[in-house]
């Protein structure tokens, strides 16, 4: 059922089938049914007293809930004008055109602003790398989402970290952002988010620079005067100004972020780019709030994660990168306390890239199987020695993929691809029973391990599937892709002092208790699914007597 706003008085529209029963009206009164010709007076009744069952064509109800008169007379005039011109199908879809015309205009100036909770905070992390497309198709389905959790935890404080900025084809499609961000805010603007502002590093031209990161800051408007933003060069806390605004380019002359991307030389025998990390700093309800966009790197090969001597190569480069993070966020609280000899609460929340453990994982998963290399012959791209230049290049094996198959009784190998369980190449992991990883993720939770990495952060328990990789078709909802095993590289995580603001709300039973979870399990959100954490922060009485230093 939909619905729009008319004033302070909400209108429905419902075109599911009804029960025939209860809800078919055959009395020749109805609009659609035997009573047509006797339009003057329908029209003239419903402009009256629309009736409280609505209007119906057979079975299926197409208004309900119209105590409004408004409404009934709308109806009643689409039928009463073009009744005997048109036929009864024209009639019932020129009315549900002219309802649905209704209710989006309507809902989208007049829907009143939504209580928020008071002291209510969420963090929401999305790689947004498919969302800008140059067919726009996840746009709508994305949005609706992301509404959707907010209306549902009626957040004062609302950040959003996006990773990826402008999708893969950036070049073309980065001129995408600021309008499609400005349409998002004004999406929420209708539930009292009307302050705010945004930070996008738009600047794909400055290679040595560009992170393609980008941050979204909605405050409602009951909390106005509880938030302030901090700036980095004359270390102090501003209000935010009224309205909603958007910083693009590099981002170099914006004083109240702070945006690093890694050095092109972190590791000279590695190609990669976008990865760096965004820093801001908050003070809501007391409590200050630093909060860091990252994208760490991914892993290249499926097939060196196999290799047990280098399996951690990828882990290694992703735990030079964070503690480089934060050592840099560290450094920025050097003799900054809150007032009360507390360091400042950090959330840490991006696409940090973490991947399972892929020896242990392929165990648990095709366990009992045949382990098969399957080798390519390459010919060098130039030859090695003199030799040879004379004799011609000597052919190299190169490994190409590993399978793992079903072990056969009857001969050596199997060639059979019915045998095969997993099939693992350098951008390909095909498994042959995909709806069993997606059902039955947390028998290989347990494969996650690359926080054990990290000592002083912290996190909430995982109760989510993976949030990569999924499939990037519209029409394809719920399906994994065959690139990558899955993994959950969207998180939110906490040091100490945040972690400590949960187990009190954890131990408050008059708060809502805290939520961390995904988004969009029937929707395609892209390849990543957005990952959030809802919590509500402590008055500012308690938070500075029960304050963990």
Not at 82 to 92: C, E
Not at 411 to 438: P, T
Request: charged share 25%.
């Amino acid at each position: 059922m939909g619905g729009s706003y008319m004033g302070r008085r909400r209108l429905y529209f419902d075109v599911t089938p009804t029960t025939a029963t209860t809800q078919r009206r055959n009395d020749g009164n109805s609009l659609f049914g035997a009573g047509q010709p006797k339009a003057n007076r329908v029209l003239r009744r419903y402009i009256r007293r629309p009736p409280v069952g609505g209007l119906y064509r057979g079975d299926r109800r197409v208004i309900v809930n119209h105590k409004r008169p408004v409404c009934g007379a709308c109806a009643a005039l689409v039928c009463a004008v073009f009744g005997s011109t048109l036929d009864s199908v024209v009639r019932r879809r020129l009315l549900l055109a002219f309802c649905f015309f209704l209710y989006t205009g309507v809902q989208s100036t007049t829907r009143p602003s939504m209580a928020a909770l008071p002291r209510r905070i969420l963090l929401l992390t999305a790689n947004v790398g498919s969302l800008f497309e140059e067919s726009c198709a996840l746009h709508d389905g994305w949005t609706r989402e992301i509404v959707q959790v907010i209306e549902t935890q009626r957040p004062a404080f609302i950040a959003i970290h996006m990773q990826e900025v402008g999708g893969k084809k950036y070049a073309q499609c980065m001129k995408q952002v600021a309008d499609f961000i400005q349409k998002f805010q004004q999406r929420l603007a209708q539930f009292g988010y009307t302050i705010g502002h945004a930070y996008m590093d738009e600047a794909y031209d400055l290679s040595d620079s560009f992170t393609a990161l980008g941050n979204v800051y909605l405050v409602h408007e009951s909390a106005a005067t509880e938030v302030s933003h901090y700036d980095f060069a004359t270390e102090t806390f501003h209000p935010l100004s009224a309205g909603f605004s958007l910083d693009g380019g590099d981002l170099t002359q914006t004083t109240h972020v702070t945006k690093k991307r890694f050095p092109s030389d972190f590791w000279p025998s590695m190609k990669w780019g976008r990865k760096g990390f965004l820093h801001t700093r908050w003070l809501f309800s007391g409590i200050v709030l630093d909060l860091v966009n990252v994208h760490l790197f991914h892993d290249d090969s499926n097939l060196v994660n196999m290799d047990e001597e280098q399996s951690s190569v990828y882990s290694n480069n992703r735990k030079r990168a964070l503690n480089c993070v934060l050592s840099e966020v560290e450094s920025r609280h050097a003799g900054y306390t809150t007032g009360v000899g507390v360091k400042p609460a950090l959330f840490v929340f991006g696409d940090l890239n973490f991947r399972l453990d892929s020896n242990s994982f392929i165990k648990r998963i095709a366990p009992e199987t045949e382990k098969r290399p399957v080798e390519l012959l390459e010919v060098p791209t130039s030859p090695s020695n003199c030799s040879d230049l004379k004799n011609g290049p000597s052919l190299r094996r190169t490994l190409s993929a590993v399978e793992f198959r079903k072990p056969s009784e009857k001969m050596a190998h199997s060639d059979s691809d019915r045998d095969i369980v997993l099939r693992v190449e350098r951008k390909r992991f095909d498994y042959c029973n995909e709806n069993d990883l997606m059902l039955n993720w947390k028998r290989y939770l347990s494969d996650d391990k690359e926080l054990r990495n990290f000592p002083t952060l912290r996190e909430m328990e995982i109760n989510f599937q993976p949030t990569y990789p999924w499939s990037e078709d519209p029409d394809e909802t719920v399906a994994f892709m065959k690139t990558r095993p899955p993994a959950w590289c969207d998180r939110v995580l906490m040091n100490d002092r945040a972690y400590s603001i949960l187990q009190d709300e954890e131990a408050d039973s008059d708060d809502l208790p805290p939520e961390y979870q995904s988004i969009g399990r029937l929707t395609c959100m892209g390849d990543h699914k957005p990952v959030y954490l809802s919590l509500s922060l402590p008055e500012p009485s308690r938070s500075r007597s029960n304050a963990h230093p």
